[in-house]
């Protein structure tokens, strides 16, 4: 089982479509969480930490289920700017400082 | 500021042949990383260096060696290249407090035939 994983999609949606993107992780000693965003051929960036009571940034909210390892992205009123691929992100217990990486989701968002 | 430069962008090796990578950040930051990105997997961690004169291996540590040659720099050696080497590299840093982000450079593509 992967340590991180997610839906590869791809999600098409019209602009103006609000999306979710899912993700589970498997060790539950894992304590902090991150979305982060990669454009076609470039870098990860981080686009947002994901923090237990929820929070939100602008158009993006970000859930976190311990009991169920379980970690959401929504997306409102999707822009064309936001087609990229997600990176699910979770802390590697014990590490220093060590992430661990999703296989992403991508989303196309299309006139 | 830079951030975290990588050289070079591009590179096509032949089965054999060896290369270094090499990495530099200039945000004073404590810890460094080499990933490679493969189609369909996510980033895998190849070796790390928790703080200047530290490093460790990763995940996918075979065939890879790495050097810290001081704080700012990171670069990273394959010996002798193998296709499954065909890979997008990324250096990345991060302060090595518990803020967990890191800051990538913009990769390296390279192809081993």
């Known amino acids: 089982r992967k340590e991180v994983e997610q839906d590869p999609g791809p999600f098409n949606v019209p602009e103006g479509a609000t999306v979710a993107f899912n993700c589970t992780y498997s060790?539950?000693?894992?304590?902090?969480f991150f979305w982060y965003r990669q454009d076609c051929r470039k870098e990860p960036k981080l686009l947002m930490s994901?923090?237990?009571s929820g929070n939100e940034d602008g158009r993006f909210t970000a859930q976190l289920n311990r009991a169920s390892q379980y970690i959401s992205l929504l997306i409102r009123d999707s822009k064309l700017s936001d087609s990229a691929t997600y990176l699910c992100v979770v802390n590697a217990p014990g590490g220093y400082n060590k992430l661990i990486f999703g296989a992403g989701t991508r989303l196309a968002v299309h006139p | 500021n830079a951030g975290v430069t990588q050289t070079p962008k591009f590179q096509v090796l032949k089965t054999g042949q060896s290369m270094t990578l090499q990495c530099a950040q200039d945000?004073?930051?404590?810890?460094m990383y080499w990933y490679r990105q493969d189609p369909g997997m996510g980033l895998r961690l190849i070796y790390y260096?928790?703080?200047?004169?530290?490093?460790d291996k990763g995940e996918v540590p075979n065939g890879y060696n790495v050097s810290r040659l001081n704080k700012r720099e990171f670069s990273l050696r394959l010996e002798s290249a193998a296709p499954s080497q065909t890979s997008v590299y990324f250096c990345a840093s991060s302060t090595g407090d518990r803020s967990y982000e890191q800051y990538f450079g913009p990769g390296t593509r390279l192809t081993v035939t």
């Open positions: 260096s928790a703080s200047e004169g530290t490093t």
């Open positions: 994901v923090y237990s």
């Open positions: 060790n539950s000693a894992s304590q902090s």
């Open positions: 945000m004073n930051h404590n810890s």
